[in-house]
């Protein structure tokens, strides 16, 4: 089993759909976790932690099953400029977070 | 504040040469970690360093793979002999402290030929 497992995508929706990534991971010990974004040919930035109780910001809303070791991400009302990959991420086990594992990433297209 | 620079952005070696990617963090960013990406993969932890200091080097491949962060001036990354599947996107990231949220660079893309 892969450590980080993602949708492989792509996804190609319409302005205003609601789109749903899922994300499985192997590491049991995993403390953190992460929704990243990368544009194509760029970094990967910061979207949101995931949080047990899960947690919103605006259009995102994020969960995390630690029993069935999931995590989600969901954006409504999605926008042209949501179209990115978004990539789920991990810790590595333990308190600090600089050892993070990230999936292969999610394409979405959000189209006109 | 500037943030995570990394140089050069494209870099093309014949195999066998050496190539160094340099990374200067964050100003008050004294934690440094380097992630490779290969083509069609996720991204992959190589190695935390802090000032002169290698913290965490169980992602670097065992030989020709080299990083430094000296006292002054950015943290180097450095391959020697390339091969072409050393290929890839590598990216710096620097964070302030080892838990805190970790910035990345814009990457530097090494092609070998």
């Known amino acids: 089993r892969k450590e980080v497992e993602q949708d492989p995508g792509p996804f190609n929706v319409p302005e205003g759909a609601t789109v749903a990534f899922n994300c499985t991971y192997s590491?049991?010990?995993?403390?953190?976790f992460f929704w990243y974004r990368q544009d194509c040919r760029k970094e990967p930035k910061l979207l949101m932690s995931?949080?047990?109780s899960g947690n919103e910001d605006g259009r995102f809303t994020a969960q995390l099953n630690r029993a069935s070791q999931y995590i989600s991400l969901l954006i409504r009302d999605s926008k042209l400029s949501d179209s990115a990959t978004y990539l789920c991420?991990?810790?590595?086990?333990?308190?600090?977070?600089?050892?993070?594992?990230f999936g292969k990433g999610t394409l979405l297209t959000v189209n006109p | 504040n500037a943030g995570v620079m990394q140089n050069p952005r494209h870099l093309v070696r014949r195999r066998g040469q050496e190539a160094r990617l340099r990374c200067s963090p964050m100003?008050?960013?004294?934690?440094v970690y380097w992630y490779r990406q290969l083509p069609e993969e996720g991204l992959k932890f190589m190695v935390y360093?802090?000032?002169?200091?290698?913290?965490?080097e169980s992602g670097m491949p065992k030989e020709r793979f080299s990083a430094e962060f000296p006292k002054e001036g950015p943290s180097i990354l450095r391959i020697q002999q390339v091969v072409r599947g050393d290929s890839a996107a590598y990216f710096c990231?620097?964070?302030?402290?080892?838990?805190?949220?970790?910035?990345f660079g814009q990457g530097t893309r090494l092609t070998v030929v």
């Open positions: 991420v991990v810790n590595s086990g333990g308190g600090s977070n600089y050892k993070l594992t």
């Open positions: 360093l802090q000032k002169e200091n290698i913290i965490d």
């Open positions: 100003k008050g960013h004294s934690h």
């Open positions: 990231a620097s964070s302030i402290q080892d838990d805190t949220e970790a910035f």
């Open positions: 590491n049991s010990a995993s403390q953190s």
């Open positions: 995931v949080y047990s």
